[in-house]
């Protein structure tokens, strides 16, 4: 290390503890930093008191409360554009943020769940009339944790109802086909570290009829997974056409990688795997469903601290 100084990484979270509660792969984190001997400081993207100059790495990890505070998060980001300890980036960050990337990742040739964009009543009424599904799903591009995010019989009021109510809170709507495989095999989430897959695991189904959730509330049941070879070819191919727009963005150096990603697939109805998000700044990683994960993220920030100049192998 240089001198004696121990590295010290934060980890942007949020003040709310309540969201907190959720954030399962900090313990993990917790163990896998201190066995590396770097320091690891929970910091409140909120919090106007917190010196972020001061930490040799600023990973944006759970600011899970962004949605309801999206204005004052974005400002938060752009004080941060130069700030190049950040990662991942918050120009990635806030291209990341609205799903609308998706339709750029289409049109790269990337297979993604077909969506159609929304951003007035005219064009949501379109957007539904144009599902030929028997079901319908209706989301924001801005979200997280299903929010304002319903499932519904094709034609259906309710579905416009919710459409409107999305867009009357200033965003843009998405509607897609429901896939029914959701119900029986959910989505299988693929974690990336440094540019690489470290794990995959299986999220159960989260949306009821008409609007509702399963159960009346958000309830992530997950387990380990295994790629199956076109999952995992969908894979590479979405990391390749991120990484390839990213770069081109300049929002990482040409040889890099991001340090972590995660590509969240299901299966459309006509058997194929197809992209349901790229979470790029605030994805639970799920390390529990791989005893190895917690390691590979530690080795990654440590790769970033050496090239950061802040870390010496001893
Ligand atoms: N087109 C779809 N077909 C089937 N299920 C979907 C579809 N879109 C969303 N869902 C369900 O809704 C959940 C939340 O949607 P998602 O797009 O992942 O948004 P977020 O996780 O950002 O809230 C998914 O995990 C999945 O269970
Ligand atoms: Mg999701």
Redesign the pocket.
Known sequence: MNGSRRPKVAFVTTLDTAILHDDFDHPFHVEAFAAAGIDLEPAAWEDPAIDWEAFDLVVVRSPWNYVDRLNEFRQWMRARRTLTTVHNSVDLIEWNLDKRYLAQLAAAGVSV?PTTYASDSEELRAALESVTSAQV?V?PSI?????L?G?FANGSAAAIELGERILAAGFTVMV????SS?DAV??VGTVLIDGVISHSFR?G???ADEGALRGGEYCEEVSAAELSDDERVLVIAVNEVVERIVRGQSWISPEAHLLYARY?I?RLDDGTPAL??AELFEPSLFLMVDPAAPARFVAAVESLLRKGGSYDEN
Request: aromatic share 4%; no cysteine.
């Open positions: 769940v799903i989301k979200s997280a944790g299903s929010r995010t499932r897609q086909p429901f896939a959701v959910g989505e999220k189904p989260l949306l969240d299901i349901l998000e």
